[in-house]
Each structure stands twice: as C-alpha cells, then as structure tokens.
C-alpha cells in the first residue's frame, strides 16, 4: 500500500511538472531528459506493484532516484528561477510516505542543502533559495505528520485485516474440526439415538463455531423420523416436552415439498405452515430449513433447523448443513442396516426354534404316534399267538401296512427338511417330487405348473427358498384347508419379476381377522408369518387373497434383479 501511494503522489508530480513546463514554454528534448526518465521511473515502479515484486532495499532506492533525478530536473531547468523550482517536493513526498516523520525532514535538509548551494552559485538567488528552503521545510513539517497519520491508520486497517482473516480462518478450521468430529462419531456409532444427538450438536457448533454464541444461540434443531407411517421427534433441541410428544403426517406444507422434491429447502413464515405451525418452539422464528433424509427411494424422515433472525441461513451455512444432512443419512443408513442385522440375528434365532418346535410335533404327531401304534399292536399280536393263531396273519398285515405309511411319513419329513433332489436335478423337480410324495404319503393332490425358462433364471439360494415357500403353503393347504386339489404356478409376468402362486380350492379364511389376531394365535399357527419372512429373503412381495368358502390364493411376486427389486417395491409404495 506505501508502494501504491509513492506511486501515485509521483504521478501527480510528474503531471504538475509538465504542466509548469508547458506554462513556462520549456518542454524541450534537451531540459527535460529527465523528467522522461522519472515517468520511466514511475512505469516500472508500477509495474512490480502490481506484480506484487519489490527490490532490495526498496524504499531507500526509491527516495535516492528521486533525489538524484529531481536534482538533475532542477539543474537543467535553471535553478529556483526555472519553471520547476518545486521539483524538490518529489523526494521529500516519497520520505514522508516510506520514513514518515523523518524521513520527510531529512529529505527536506537535503533538498534545502542543494537551493542553498545553488543560490550562491548564482549571484542574486542566495535569497529566493533560502526562502523556498524554508517554504519546502515547512511543508515537510505537515507531509512529515501527515505522512505519519496515514501510514498509522494502514497499519491499524492491516492489522484489523490479519485479525479479520485469522477469524475467519480459526472459524473455518473450527467448523472443518466440527464436520470431520460429525463424521468420525456417526461413522463410529451404530446407535440410532447417538447418530441423531450428534447431528443436531455437531450442526450447532459448525453453525457457531464460538463456543459461548453455540450455548446463547436461539437456534431451534429437530431430526424427525418415519415409524409407523408418521414423522416422530428422534432427537430435538430447544423443544419443549410437549413439542416432542407432535407427530406430522409429511402431507402439507413445508414437509411434504420438502419429501416430494428430495431437495433441501429454505422458507418463512413457519407459524403460518399447516404442520410445523403446531410447534411451540418453532413460533419464535421467522425461517427455516429442511433437508429431508433419503437415499434412492428409502425416506428415512427430515433434519430441520430454525432460528428467529431473517437472514440466518446464508450460502454457507446451507452448504455446511447439506453437508450435515448427507453424513447423516449414511450415518441412519448405518444404523439401520445394523438393527435390521440384529433383528435379522433374532428372526433366525426364532426360525430356528420354530423349526426344532415344528419338527418335535411332527414327529409326535406322525412317526412317534405310528411307532406307539406298532408297539401297541406288536403287543396284542403276541398274546393273539396263544389263544387265536389264524387271526395273527391278519394283524400282521396291518403292523407291516402301519410301518410302511410311517417310513413314508418319515422319508416325507427328511425330504422337507433337505430335498437333495433340489441341488441335484433343480426347482422344478424338487417341487414334483414334493407333489407325489403328498400324493403317495397324504392322498393329496398337487398340480406342479412351473416355466422352466422361469427356474432357470434362479440363483440356488433363492430356489431354496422358494421350495420351503411352496411346502409351508402346501402343507397350509393341506392340513387347513381340506382341499381337494392344492396348484403350484411360477412364471415369468414381467422384465425382471416372476410370480409364484399356490393356489387350493379349500374352505378359505378371512385374511383380516387372521392377520389382526395372529399376536394371540399359538405358535403352531405361523404359516402366514413364516411365509412373509421367506419371501423377503429374496427381497419379493406377499399378497394373500382367500375368502371363507372361496378358497385361498398365495401369490409371491420375485425379482431377479435390484432394479426391478426398486420398481416393485416403488409400486406397492404407491398403492
């Protein structure tokens, strides 16, 4: 800055210069070879001003040009009679800017030292030089203090500058310290309840980095989650207790813009919204904003905050809160996915003792019952050898019948529980095998009509578990129902999806009254439960349709691949 206003004090001078020049008739190649280099002079010196470059010794360099080529000005142009006697403020401008008070003195002593010398080389001009010696003294005297003034007031405004700067700095490395504490906890935790605290704590302190304006701050934060098809209060802050008890609905107003268009928003006028209105701690503030927490077609709720002062969310804090707002749905979907794990880990668990429980009572109910009947007649069979000989062949037969109707039984159950047939030959004669077994073993009669184009876009897996889907609605069928024919249909209905049905003309039930009631039904009522969970381990969708005296329909809709698993369940979202 001192550069730029040597510069220009000399761009002033040099023009006063050719000015006076003109007036006195004296702009001649021969006098003013001097002046040309000064202005060449003040083009470099401007030139490494703006490319921000200095030399050794610069401000020195500066006042001794200037004294030098201000002296030979003032020789060639006659002295303090020529036109440009002033010429001589030149150097002592330039001290006053680079060495203030003194170095304006100085200069002037110097420029006072040449009038006089000048002066009494020239008969006559002793006196006018030592007057204009007195003139540019005095003068220095007023550059010197002014030269002073500024010079304390640049400094003043550079230091007030580097604190500015150094403020904004610390407030950035603040708010990066912040963003990046968010980040490690919410990466750190799988804990809904934490990811949800610390996204409302960690905004604050990048909103206000200052930690006595976070704790005075007016601002109003909320992370609202979907349970139960409502938004309700996960985590809040400045909320009253009965703020947090409101649920929304996410069908008007700011909410619902804010979850139909995926996009954070910014509004006004939050006492005047049709859902938010009903929060006594939102009354206070006049805007707001509402980033909604989703990822693909998952919408897990919305991070809203508010605050009294109009203008409170500027660009940079949008920025920093759009920031907030994608780390913490990774964070949510994090956690999710860790719930659903241990939930998973508890569900498996529960098959798994469901599966012990239903193999115990089909073994009580079928085999172990045979066996007690065999037992039983092998006993009377025994003492009918000493009193009716001719009536033991008769019993024979039926104990050799018995066993046999058991070992199927038996054979039926090690089928159910790993159909080798399955790995070996595939779906489709795994479930025709399944169908003559229920013929053979339970006079039941299965239609097997399966698309083989259909089975063979099937991984192993989800062939397995589509077979245990069609015996646990077969064996529903069969063993409630009384239905003369039980159909099993897979096919292919559209780009990506098959169908399953099982379909029986039994005597049906009301799938309301059963779904409503099944907390209370005993646990050898699971079928409905069982099938829901195998279908959603190969991501399909379940709808039973079934009427007392209709009959029942189980139909199961697969997809084969997570674009058509989207559109199918973006579908049923929308019914």
């Keep these: 800055m001192a550069d730029w206003f040597a510069i220009s004090l ?3 001078m040099l023009v006063g210069l050719i000015v006076s020049l003109g007036l006195g008739q004296k702009l001649e190649v021969g006098s003013t070879w001097p002046l040309g280099l000064l202005i060449l002079w003040n083009l470099g010196m401007t030139a490494m001003a703006g490319l921000n470059l200095r030399t050794n010794y610069h401000r020195r360099l500066n006042i001794l040009v200037d004294l030098v080529l201000a002296g030979a000005f003032y020789w060639v142009q006659g002295g303090v009679r020529g036109p440009a006697f002033w010429v001589g403020l030149l150097p002592i401008l330039t001290g006053s800017i680079y060495f203030e008070f003194w170095g304006s003195i100085i200069n002037a002593l110097l420029v006072s030292g040449v009038l006089v010398y000048t002066g009494l080389e020239m008969e006559g001009d002793l006196t006018l030089a030592l007057v204009i010696a007195f003139i540019l003294i005095f003068l220095s005297l007023i550059f010197g203090f002014l030269g002073r003034s500024l010079m304390a007031h640049m400094r003043k405004n550079r230091t007030l500058w580097i604190d500015s700067e150094e403020r904004k700095r610390a407030i950035q490395n603040e708010r990066m310290r912040a963003i990046y504490e968010l980040t490690s906890t919410l ?3 799988l804990s809904y309840k934490r990811v949800l605290d610390s996204a409302l704590d960690m905004s604050a302190a990048a909103l206000n980095p200052d930690v006595d304006e976070t704790l005075s701050d007016p601002l109003v934060g909320v992370v609202m989650l979907f349970h139960g098809g409502k938004l309700r209060i996960g985590s809040a802050r400045r909320f009253t207790s009965a ?9 008007e107003g700011v909410l619902k813009r804010a979850l139909d268009d995926g996009e954070p928003i910014t509004f006004k006028d939050i006492g005047y919204d049709p859902e938010l209105g009903r929060v006594i701690a939102l009354r206070n503030c006049t805007t707001g904003y509402c980033f909604p927490l989703r990822s693909g077609f998952n919408v897990y709720g919305v991070l809203l905050f508010a605050h009294p002062e109009p203008d409170y969310f500027t660009l940079e804090r949008i920025k920093l809160l759009d920031i907030i707002g994608r780390q913490s749905v990774i964070a949510i979907q994090n956690a999710r996915l860790y719930q659903d794990l241990v939930e998973e880990k508890e569900r498996m668990a529960e098959v798994y003792e469901e599966a012990r429980k239903k193999l115990a009572r089909d073994l009580h109910d079928g085999p172990t019952q045979s066996v007690a009947a065999m037992a039983m007649r092998l006993n009377i069979t025994k003492r009918m050898m000493s009193k009716d000989p001719k009536a033991v062949s008769e019993e024979l037969v039926k104990l050799e019948e018995l066993a046999h109707r058991t070992t199927k039984e038996i054979r039926h159950m090690l089928f ?5 047939i399955l790995e070996s030959q595939g779906l489709t004669a795994a479930i025709q095998a399944m169908s003559d077994k229920m013929m ?32 646990e609605a077969v064996n529903n069928a069969r063993k409630h129902a009384a239905a003369e024919t039980i159909t099993v249909r897979l096919r292919q209905v559209e780009t990506g999806v098959l169908l399953l049905e099982i379909i029986d003309n039994g005597v049906g039930f009301d799938v309301k009254s059963v779904s409503e009631s099944y907390d209370k039904r005993s646990s050898s009522s699971l079928g409905m439960v069982n099938l829901r969970e195998r279908s959603e381990l190969v991501n399909g969708l379940l709808q039973i349709d079934s009427k007392p005296g209709k009959g029942t329909k189980v139909q199961v809709y697969i997809p084969l691949t997570e674009e058509a698993a989207d559109r199918l369940h973006h579908a049923r979202r929308k019914r």
């Design 440 to 471: 053979e073993t339970f006079s039941q009669r299965v239609v097997v009509e399966i698309d083989e184009k259909a089975t063979q876009q099937l991984e192993m897996g989800k062939q397995g578990v589509i077979f245990y889907i069609i015996d």
């Design 10 to 12: 000399r761009w002033i």
């Design 243 to 251: 703020d947090m008890r409101v649920t929304f609905e996410g069908a």
């Design 416 to 420: 159910t529980l790993r159909p080798l």
């Design 187 to 189: 990466s750190s935790t």
